[in-house]
């Protein structure tokens, strides 16, 4: 199986995505199966299975994906919004040229700001914390 995220994307194959996928079925035995995924963290998915034996490809029509045991994501998402910490706003002193005075500078953006603003995702928002 290979399966990866694209985060804050949908979740249709990109270019590299399918040409790793064929380099993948280059590699299988005649008698081998692949498992081709790709998530998003509203859970959407995008999966083919290829039964090479018996020569058929499944699709998303195929294919129910389930989350077993949903207790335990709901519990992991908790603890991790235990152990992750926002990035606190801060302000830096400056001197003043001539006068010797300081004046305080804007507040830098958190990474979440900075990340947005340059239409990027943030990897510390992955789960929506």
């Given amino acids: 199986m290979q399966g990866h995220s694209h985060v804050n994307m949908g979740v249709s194959p990109s270019g590299v995505d399918n040409g790793h996928r ?11 199966f692949y498992i081709f995924m790709v ?4 859970l959407k998915t995008h999966a083919l299975i290829y039964d090479m034996e018996n ?5 998303d029509r195929d294919i129910t994906v389930k989350i077993l045991g949903d207790d335990s994501l709901n519990e992991f998402l908790a603890d991790a919004k ?3 910490q926002k990035k606190s706003e801060s302000y830096k002193v400056k001197p003043y040229k001539g006068r010797g005075k300081k004046e305080a500078k804007e507040p830098e ?7 947005q603003r340059r239409g990027l995702y943030d990897p510390f928002d992955v789960y929506g914390l």
């Fill in 82 to 84: 235990e152990k992750v």
């Fill in 55 to 59: 020569n058929i490809l499944y699709d």
């Fill in 109 to 115: 953006d958190s990474l979440t700001d900075w990340f």
């Fill in 39 to 42: 998530w998003n963290k509203s």
């Fill in 22 to 32: 064929e380099k993948i079925l280059d590699q299988l035995d005649d008698d081998m």
